[in-house]
Structure formats: C-alpha cells, structure tokens
C-alpha cells in the first residue's frame, strides 16, 4: 500500500499534551514520521508510518488509525501494520519495550480537516449526576435494563468509548449508530473475546457494516476470515457459524415474508464463499428455504419439509459443536455394524468432522507459534550475551593498548582478552548449533532443542 505525506494539510495547529504540534488531515490521508508516527525509534533511522480512514468521531479525530513498521523492521517481522492501538500495544510488549514511553514519541490521535459536528441532545449532565442513561440517547440500550445477574465487565477503549454520544452497550464501532435487537438482534454480533479477568472485550457491529468492510463473512488476504467476524477493538476472530444457525430459528417465528427473506439474505452474505463444509451445508439449507419463499410456498408449508427446517439443522449444527471435545474415536463407534446403520447419520458425521479438522489446525497454529515465541526468546537471549562478549572484549582490548607498555599489566590483559577471544568463539559455535531450529521444531535434532532450547522430547 502506498504511503504518502499530505503536505497541504500543515495548515492548522494543534498542541496535545506531549508538546508536538498537530496539523488536520483528510480523510484516507497518509504519511511518515512526527507527529503521528515515532522516528528514529527503536533504532535511528527507523521511520514508522501512518494512514487514517474515513470515520471520524464527534471530537474532530479520526477513528480508523494504522501504524506501519519500518521497512527494517517489516523484513524480520510478520505483522508489518497495525489497524488498532491495542494491537500496537501488544507487538510492543512482545518485544519487552515501554509501551507508554513509545506512545509519548508521537500522537495517536489524528485530528480531521471536516470537523464533525454534535447533533442531539446533551447528556453530559445526567453523567455526572450519576443518573443511568444511554450515551447516545438510545430507550432500549441495554445498559438501561436492571439485571441481578452477575454480567462480566467490558472493556474501556480510548478510542469510541471516550465520545459523548457513542454507547458500547447500544452503538456499532463501525458506523456509530445504534443497533436494533428486533427479532432478538439478529442484526449485530457483540464481540465476546475475553480480554482480562472477568472482562470482556463486549463492542458491537452491525453484520452489515462489518461484511461491508471486510471484516466479516469470508474475506481473502491478509485478514483470512471464513465465516468469521473479526473485532475492530480487540482484534479477536469470532466464529460466525452458530450466529447463522440462529437466524434460520429466529425466522420460524417470522411472519413476514419480506422480514425473514431479509435475514435469510444477510445470512447467505456471510456464508457466500466459504470453504468449510458445515458452513457449506448450511447455506444450501438457507439457499432452499429462500427457494421455497420465493416460489411461493407458504410460511407454514415451508417450515414443515424435513429438509427445510430450521430447527433440526440449527440443533445439529450445535449437538456437532457441543459433542466434537468428547467425540469417541472412530474405531469405537464402528465396532458393531448393526449399531452403525441405525445410529450413524452421515450429515451430523460430517458436521462433527468439519468441526474436529478446524480444532486440529488451530491447535497445529497455536503450536507453531507458541515454538517461534520460544525460539525467537532464545535466540534474542543469545544475541544480547554475544552482543555484550563483544562490548566487554573492546573495552579490554582498549585497556591493553593503553598498558602496552607495562610489561607487569600486559601479560595478564592479553590473557584476558585471549580468553574472552575464546569464550565469543565458543558461543557463536552455540548459535550456529541453534540455527538448525530455522527448519522447525520437528526437524531439529532433540540434542539441540534439550542443549539450547530446554526441550527434553
């Protein structure tokens, strides 16, 4: 993606807190360096880059902000960008840096040219009185209905959580409107990804805006959603399936045609392409439910065909869900013939081995990860000890020219500078053993990943 600087925008000024000064941008603008992207850091040199989107919040800054990597750093890292402040947070910690002393070399926040202007009623004064009210002004947010459950916290972002007159609890982030929970919110997915002890990430988005922007459904590229919804927040994958399957339930109670041909549609958007066989299955069940609709077919006559009920492929798509962690291996459930064709349904077997194979490659995705954190924390360990062999041998070699002529102070500065030649040479035999790990874990012999990587295989 090309990256380039808006130099007609250094018009106006802004001081923000950290002392730099800010000039408004317009929209999809771009650019590199101060004040919105850290120089010379964490090495001189390293530029890092800047982009903004469309949407901007009622104080004046954009909402959609990207962080690019220096072009150093973006051929030894996988992740090149970052589409959130979280997720720039987390590659900072990753790499055992300060995260706010990073944030204070520059200016998160990006102020517009086209400056948004308030609309609606004020409720600042309600807040601080601490009467409930909704944010955005919303008489159905959920945040107004009394409940004695213990519910799980959400999470505070700095980012559309601080506006005025967006809710968490009521307001999509991608489009800031409020949602509508008609037919049990079929409409919007909230996001449910765990970010603390007892907290929860808890944004909404409309299905609608989150398929128009690419981030729900089955998106190609660097994203890779299949049925899946990603969290412009916290930058979790929800899946999307059972949501779906809930869609065909909520519409058995429907009796407007046009309403659940509506749901229907927003359903097939989010399977269309998809490569999964229990997603596969299921849009060809919505496919002829709208077949039966469309031709006609009465609401009644529509629910009640074996192949077209959405009650039976809702309840199995979540008995294959709920039964996959404690299916039987196959050999058990084979061992009697007879048993097998009285209880053996290929369609739910199908289901469940759709289900089985995604837990497999996200738990072979999860360890190869967990084997490159491990074996990048090592080998940086052993980069920073040979790093510093090498700082302590200058230093004694600059000590032996400067005593070159006290015969007493020589011999034994050049014993230790042979011996520190020796020990350098020793541990870059070390890493050279450890570079047989770069073919993965499974090719590497156990002597080295027992000898520099504390495996005992």
């Known amino acids: 993606m090309a990256i380039d600087n808006d130099e007609n925008n250094r018009g106006a000024t802004e001081m923000p807190e950290n002392g730099l000064y800010l000039y408004p941008v317009s929209a999809q603008a771009s650019g590199e360096g101060l004040p919105y992207a850290p120089v010379d850091w964490p090495e001189p040199g390293d530029i890092w880059r800047w982009k903004v989107g469309n949407r901007v919040a009622v104080s004046g800054y954009f909402i959609d902000r990207y962080l690019y990597l220096p072009k150093r750093l973006q051929r030894v ?11 720039v947070e987390q590659y900072i910690q990753k790499i055992g840096a300060d995260v706010e002393a990073f944030f204070a070399l520059f200016s998160w926040k990006i102020p517009s ?8 009623e004020d409720l600042g004064s309600e807040l601080q009185h601490g009467i409930r009210c909704c944010k955005a002004g919303n008489t159905s947010c959920g945040s107004l209905v009394e409940s004695d459950e213990a519910l799980p916290g959400h999470m505070v972002c700095d980012i559309c959580c601080t506006e005025p007159h967006f809710c968490r609890d009521c307001c999509c982030i991608l489009c800031c409107k409020t949602i509508d929970i008609a037919y049990g919110g079929y409409s919007f997915i909230r996001c449910e990804a765990v970010i603390g002890e007892g907290v929860i990430c ?26 899946e919804y990603y969290c412009r927040r916290c930058d979790t994958r929800t899946d999307l399936l059972s949501h779906v399957a809930k869609l065909l339930q909520t519409c ?41 609709l469309q031709s006609g077919t009465c609401l009644e006559d529509v629910w009640k065909m074996e192949h077209t009920s959405a009650a039976n492929l809702g309840i199995l798509i979540h008995d294959a869900l709920e039964s996959s962690m404690n299916e039987k291996p196959a050999h058990d459930r084979i061992a009697s013939p007879h048993k097998v064709s009285e209880s053996f349904d290929p369609v739910i077997e199908s289901l469940k081995l759709e289900v089985k194979v995604d837990e497999m490659l996200a738990a072979l995705r ?7 954190n491990m074996a990048r924390d090592k080998l940086c360990e052993h980069k920073n000890y040979l790093k510093d062999l090498y700082q302590q041998l200058n230093k004694e070699k600059a000590e032996l020219a400067q005593h070159a002529a006290h015969n007493a102070h020589r011999g034994a500065l050049t014993k230790l500078v042979r011996n520190r030649l020796d020990q350098i040479k020793s541990e870059e035999i070390k890493l050279k053993e450890m570079e047989e790990v770069a073919k993965g874990f499974g090719r590497t012999s156990k002597k080295i990943l027992k000898k520099h990587f504390d495996l005992h295989c």
Do not use: P, W
């Open 113 to 120: 040219r086209e400056q948004s202007e308030v609309k609606g």
């Open 202 to 227: 808890g944004h909404l988005a409309h299905m609608r805006c989150a398929l128009g922007s690419c981030m729900a459904g089955v998106v190609e590229g660097c994203i890779g959603l299949d049925t």
């Open 252 to 292: 058995e109670a429907i009796e407007s045609r046009d309403e659940i041909m509506k749901i229907l549609d927003l359903g097939a958007s989010v399977l269309h392409g998809t490569q999964r066989l229990a997603a596969m299955k299921l849009l060809h069940h919505i496919e002829l439910v709208m077949g039966k």
């Open 366 to 372: 999860k360890s190869q990860e967990q084997e490159y």
């Open 77 to 87: 890292n996988k992740a090149k960008s970052f589409k959130s402040k979280l997720a």
